[in-house]
């Protein structure tokens, strides 16, 4: 499929870029899990239970049955970062169960985050193997029910959660990541909500601190949250690219065109190879061929020695609705 500048930066945006549902779902879970999390503690400080007192046995049972269920349908990734996460929770107390709780509503926001980052990556090779622009748009469009059918963490993980893979083309150290940051997220948060519970008269802002580690309250960097975006538009974005360089491979195309999105976030690299033609033998992804970096929005065309507005495939509306 020969896209020009404004169609490949189209299905880009589309893809990973500003206009992306995927990032807007990752966001609505995040913002989910965080009202789980600041609701359990305020259940905890508003029955004013004890922090050390014995729990209530049949709370404790269905607490068990509960996890017991979500470790069965996880992958096998899924299931060593639940007995991570819990390696050192017992559950003899109250404190303990609202650990406990807290610590399964962001273990279950993390597998959902790897089950959207597999759904997301999956068809892109539709999208670039798709014959013309018109069929390639057609394919996101279709593909959208991704953020209808997931509108929160409970409707994503109703999905077979042992079923979560990356596209072949995106790092396969993508899910080793999100564990990580699902350890560090857990200890901030797990150390916020004990101190709220332990201190419920005291001035603590905990709320505020909760929402500034997972969906970074009123800071710019928008937390963890911030960092799964910039996740999914990375997956995403290198399942595209690298499916493309694939597919110049496999179609003898000699050169390609570098397109930056030059978006207000633009670094400066990024801006400075836009419009620049490489060979595609000599393609290097982090030299000239994207993704530069993280979160890097660029995307690349075909180009052709004879190349030209009139010698690509051109749904004629579709240039005009660009405009």
Known sequence: MKLTKSQAISIAQKIYGKQDERVKEIESMYRDTQSKVISDVNAFIGANKSWSAKAN????????????????????????????????????????????????????QS?????????????????????????????????????EQSKNVDAILYKSTKNA????HVDSGMFSSVNKQTMQTLRKV???????????????????????????????????????????????????NRTRLQDFISTNVKKYKYISLESPTTCAD???????????????????????HPNCQCTVIE????????????????ELNDL
């Open 57 to 108: 046995p049949d709370e404790i049972a269905d607490f068990l049955n509960n996890l017991k269920d979500t470790f069965y349908n996880a992958s096998s990734d899924d299931q060593n970062l639940i007995k991570m996460a819990f390696g050192d929770n017992k559950l003899k107390s109250n404190g303990d169960m609202l650990m406990a709780k807290v610590t399964q509503d962001i273990v279950r």
């Open 111 to 147: 597998m959902a985050q790897k089950i959207h980052l597999g759904v997301a990556t999956e068809n892109i090779p539709n999208v670039v193997n798709a014959p013309t622009y018109a069929q390639a748009k057609n394919v996101i469009k279709n593909h959208q029910h991704i953020a």
């Open 165 to 168: 893979v990356l596209d072949s």
């Open 190 to 240: 797990r150390e916020v909500a004990e101190k709220a519970a332990k201190s419920p008269k005291d001035s603590l802002n905990w709320t505020k601190d909760i929402k500034d580690i997972l969906t970074g309250g009123d800071n710019s960097s928008n937390g963890q949250m911030g960092r799964a975006a910039g996740m999914i538009r990375t997956a995403t974005a290198q399942a595209m």
């Open 270 to 292: 990024c801006s400075d190879l836009d419009g620049n033609i490489y060979n595609v033998d000599d393609a290097e992804e982090g030299v000239n061929f994207p993704l530069m």
């Open 303 to 318: 180009v052709n020695d004879d190349d030209d507005w009139d010698t690509s495939d051109h749904d004629v509306a579709d």
